[in-house]
């Protein structure tokens, strides 16, 4: 049985090599990753994990986005003052984040 659970752009695809090939053949553009196990006690318990983090990722994605811009404002800002740097990241982390 093929079972899907997508988000805006990510799905977790399980099924047997053909079922799973049909769907992604529907999606040829799509960066796909591809497990296989040698039992299904094995695959159903990598399935909960992986569907688990995929609950996750987008919001794990914007934090490191965020980490990496903080990271490149410092790094240009070195010659403001810690405290004013401090002061603007407090702002940028009080408003809310950007719907994609």
């Known amino acids: 049985m093929l079972e899907e659970i997508s988000s805006s752009a990510s799905a ?27 039992d299904d006690e094995q695959g159903r318990a990598a399935e909960q994990v992986i569907r688990r983090v995929m609950e996750f990722l987008p919001q794990l994605i914007c934090e490191r986005q965020q980490e990496t811009l903080n990271k490149l404002i410092d790094a240009f800002l070195v010659n403001v003052t810690p405290r004013k740097r401090l002061a603007n990241r407090l702002v940028r982390a009080a408003r809310p984040p950007k719907r994609q």
């Open 12 to 38: 977790v695809m399980t099924g047997t090599g053909r079922e799973v090939a049909r769907q992604l053949y529907q999606t040829p553009e799509q960066k796909t990753v591809a497990v296989t196990f040698p």
